[in-house]
């Protein structure tokens, strides 16, 4: 059931928030950057305000030279937006809530989520004891026409046999998860073969660091040219588990059942969308990193989903 929220939020209170965000620094003339020359100019908009630089005689607002330059939603839209991209909601339903257009959402969303799959974090984690583990998600051409009627866009409950693939619209996700931190790093690949893979850990972990996972042939090269500390555990055959004492001190420490938890997470975070396109699955798997990592939105992060690196924000 939808809420329509527009008439429920504080459109001052979201202006000054946006500010905050697109001039952490304090608003400046975007012409010559002083601060201490500007002038109330029209209030048509409020509280969107146009003001006039003194010195240079520039009239802007607080949207000019900035990601949100030429928006005319109102500041309560854009942070509902902000919100609902950030926690997942599919764009239909906002775009019925908001009163938008679905179309332009839809793109408005790519183009947000571009920006926090461009600054997603991937330093390698420094945790001692990792765990990698692949998932398979069914997502294929979403968005666009087939005339074939044997060549769908979606294969609704794909069952292909097998690891999946990007070729066969189930690409595999691979994750590694740090058990100290709880950081995860997620990456869309084309393949679970032993390079793709193989990359994924050493790009996510620290040379030494103890890597659990099945027994999947696609981890093979982990202990090896890796240079990492391999432990397996098996899920198949008459002996599979799902812990096991490696060393006998009686803690089943070879696991990858935090990974298996944040697949849980990930298939939740993406079943409302009802199916996405392979081509754009790792914008939605950047999304859910970024929130499994942070818990909770920060200033930088919305930042980010409005395109200003982090690395610029007080950039004088």
Not at 16 to 40: I, Q
Not at 172 to 189: D, I, Q, Y
Not at 246 to 255: C, F, I, L, P, S
Request: glycine share 10%.
């Amino acid at each position: 059931m939808d809420f329509p929220l527009t008439d429920l939020m504080d459109q001052d209170a979201c202006y000054h928030r946006l500010v905050t965000l697109l001039h952490p620094a304090g608003l400046t003339c975007p012409a010559c950057k002083v601060s201490d020359h500007l002038r109330v100019h029209r209030r048509r908009r409020a509280p969107v305000l146009d003001y006039r630089c003194t010195a240079c005689g520039r009239v802007f607002n607080a949207f000019t030279a900035t990601p949100l330059e030429g928006t005319h939603r109102r500041p309560a839209q854009i942070m509902l937006i902000l919100r609902g991209f950030a926690q997942g909601v599919p764009t239909a339903q906002l775009a019925r809530e908001l009163g938008c257009d679905r179309k332009h959402l839809l793109e408005l969303r790519r183009r947000m989520q571009d920006n926090a799959t461009r600054w997603l974090d991937r330093n390698p984690l420094d945790d001692a004891v990792v765990e990698a583990d692949e998932m398979y998600q069914n997502a294929g051409e979403k968005g666009i026409p087939h005339g074939d009627p044997d060549d769908p866009p979606r294969r609704r409950a794909n069952s292909r046999r097998g690891h999946g693939s990007f070729a066969n619209d189930r690409p595999p996700v691979a994750g590694v998860v740090g058990r100290a931190s709880g950081e995860v790093r997620l990456e869309v690949v084309g393949s679970a073969g032993s390079e793709e893979l193989g990359e994924v850990v050493e790009g996510s972990c620290l040379s030494g660091t103890t890597v659990n996972t099945d027994e999947w042939a696609g981890y093979s090269r982990v202990g090896g040219c890796h240079d990492r500390v391999h432990a397996t555990v098996d899920h198949s055959g008459a002996r599979s588990g799902y812990a096991i004492d490696a060393d006998g001190d009686g803690v089943r420490e070879v696991h990858c059942n935090t990974m298996e938890g944040i697949w849980t997470g990930l298939r939740n975070f993406l079943r409302p969308f009802r199916g996405v396109s392979k081509w754009c699955e790792s914008q939605y798997v950047a999304m859910f990193q970024w929130g499994h990592n942070i818990k909770e939105v920060t200033d930088e992060f919305l930042r980010v989903m409005l395109g200003i690196p982090p690395y610029t924000v007080f950039a004088s």
